[in-house]
């Protein structure tokens, strides 16, 4: 599979049920808007309709999918995302904020289910054509702390407590094992701001280069459209 080349920033926020990803997510999107980074935001399962229709069948508990059949899902609705929008707009250099990823898919499936892992990788590679994150963040809760904030659980939120453990506990080894570009955050209660401004300190150091076309302050200067120069 090539590796595809491409001038824009794939960004993941993770985490386990209701550990304020779609808050933070939010937070961060409001930064590059009001600093004027073209960014598209996007979640997973979904943002195309097909990936949309797919997240309806994942999420019904009704159905008690198989734990393959899950794992095809999100990849079908992984490979229809990046092809028609995320490797698009990561072409035209914009920052591609994701809520959820492959890394979802090796906590859940992977860690969760005790799908083989190296099968995942794999399948999250055909699904991306080779894109992994620039910058992922991933928020470490206490799952009986995230689930107790579930109203309408889902197929996933109903799966119990100790899957929720392994989803978790997978997700802290994730950040491990990928520390060039991946950071844990500890979920703080009551903190949405401090975790933001921790989240937005990783992204401007990891993307401190990219980000210097649009933030000149961010460590970098830039002089007569040459390349940035560090200060
Ligand atoms: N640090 C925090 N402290 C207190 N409440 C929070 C915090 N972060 C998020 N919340 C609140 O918790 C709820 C769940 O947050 P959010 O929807 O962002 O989580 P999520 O990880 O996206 O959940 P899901 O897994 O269901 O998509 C929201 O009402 C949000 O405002
Ligand atoms: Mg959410």
Same mark, same amino acid.
């Given at each position: 599979m090539p590796i595809l080349n491409y001038p824009g920033k794939y960004i993941v926020i993770e985490g386990g049920e209701g550990c304020g990803k779609s808050k933070q997510a939010d937070l961060l999107e409001q930064y590059f808007n009001e600093k004027k980074v073209p960014n598209i935001r996007v979640r997973e399962p979904g943002g195309v309709p097909s990936a949309e229709s797919i997240r309806k069948i994942v999420k019904d508990k009704s159905l008690s999918l198989e734990h393959i059949t899950e794992l095809f899902l999100f990849e079908a609705a992984r490979t229809e995302l990046f092809a028609k929008k995320s490797i698009p707009a990561l072409k035209e250099g914009k920052i591609v904020l994701s809520d959820r990823s492959g890394d979802a898919t090796k906590a859940y499936q992977g860690y969760g289910d005790g799908i083989d892992q190296h099968w995942i990788n794999w399948m999250n590679m055909q699904a %991306?054509? !080779?894109? &992994?994150? +620039?910058?992922?963040?991933? =928020?470490?809760?206490? $799952?009986?702390? !995230? #689930?107790?904030?579930? @109203?309408? $659980? +889902?197929?996933?939120?109903?799966? !119990? #407590?100790? *899957?929720?453990?392994?989803?978790?506990?997978? /997700?802290?080894?994730?950040?491990?094992?990928?520390?060039? %570009?991946?950071?844990? =955050?500890? /979920?703080? +209660?009551? &903190?949405? +701001?401090?975790?933001?401004?921790?989240?937005?300190?990783?992204?401007? @150091?990891?993307?401190?280069?990219? #980000? &210097?076309? *649009?933030?000149?302050?961010?460590? /970098?200067?830039?002089?007569?459209? &040459?390349? $940035?120069?560090?200060?």
């Open positions: %991306t054509f !080779g894109i &992994s994150p +620039d910058v992922a963040i991933i =928020i470490d809760i206490n $799952p009986e702390v !995230g #689930l107790a904030r579930e @109203t309408h $659980p +889902d197929a996933f939120a109903a799966k !119990g #407590l100790e *899957y929720h453990k392994r989803v978790n506990e997978g /997700y802290r080894k994730i950040a491990q094992e990928h520390l060039d %570009t991946h950071i844990l =955050i500890k /979920y703080q +209660d009551g &903190s949405i +701001d401090s975790m933001q401004n921790l989240i937005r300190a990783h992204v401007n @150091t990891k993307l401190k280069k990219f #980000l &210097s076309q *649009y933030i000149p302050s961010n460590g /970098y200067v830039v002089e007569n459209n &040459s390349q $940035p120069k560090k200060q």
